[in-house]
């Protein structure tokens, strides 16, 4: 079945440094991407997602590229802030499949001033 | 309202009662879905709805599980008997629809927080 794989945390960064969080998918077709954001005490917001190869979703600073030929969709940010701290989810849907989500299994960020 | 609401917020209940957790999605948004996040699970699809009907249970982990939609608008998601395993983040989520282009995107609530003593 479709699958999602990122980073294991938590990833620690200073503020200012340039992040970046992995992210493969196993699925046959063409699923959409997505990347949500849950920040502490708060639920899962929609980052940015992608619908199609080579489509670039970007949001807050926040970039990342759907490569089908490597099956990923990396997320990365020049420089971060401390207000970035929180856990990253990163998620694939197929329409065929009513759309629902698969999820990885988050990565938390931790942003040190 | 603006977004996906959910209630109650927090709920504890003892073991083996009944919870009902209730979700009131985005006016307009014909899809409907539960997820549930628990420390060790991480997040899980439980089911979805397409209006009044539910195309896929397939996540739901028991026949403990049931829910329901009425007038394509609120759902309610059902736990008979519940277990300590049971405790966890129920989340609801929706979006414009399953079946066009640029449908795809779920919004969530805010999830109510379940605990099963």
């Known amino acids: 079945g479709d699958s999602v794989t990122q980073m294991e945390g938590p990833v620690t960064l200073s503020e200012e440094a340039f992040l970046t969080i992995n992210c493969t998918y196993t699925a046959t077709g063409y699923p959409s991407l997505f990347w949500y954001v849950q920040y502490p005490g708060e639920g899962l917001q929609l980052l940015l997602k992608a619908t199609k190869a080579d489509d670039k979703g970007s949001n807050k600073g926040f970039e990342a590229t759907y490569r089908k030929e490597t099956t990923s969709f990396h997320l990365e940010k020049g420089s971060v802030q401390v207000s970035d701290s929180a856990v990253y989810f990163c998620a694939l849907s197929r329409m065929e499949y009513g759309n629902k989500l698969v999820f990885g299994a988050g990565t938390i960020l931790r942003v040190k001033s | 309202g603006a977004g996906v609401s959910q209630s109650p917020s927090n709920k504890v209940t003892e073991k083996g009662k009944d919870v009902e957790l209730r979700c009131d999605p985005i006016?307009?948004?014909?899809?409907l879905y539960w997820y549930r996040q628990s420390l060790g699970q991480g997040l899980e699809f439980l089911i979805y709805?397409?209006?009044?009907?539910?195309?896929?249970k397939s996540g739901l982990p028991s026949d403990r599980f049931s829910a329901e939609r009425t007038g394509g608008s609120v759902s309610t998601l059902t736990i008979q008997r519940t277990q300590q395993e049971d405790s966890a983040v129920y989340l609801c989520a929706s979006s414009l629809g399953t079946t066009g282009w640029g449908q795809e995107t779920q919004y969530f609530g805010p999830g109510t927080r379940l605990l099963v003593l």
């Open positions: 709805f397409q209006g009044n009907s539910a195309p896929d």
């Open positions: 006016s307009g948004h014909t899809a």
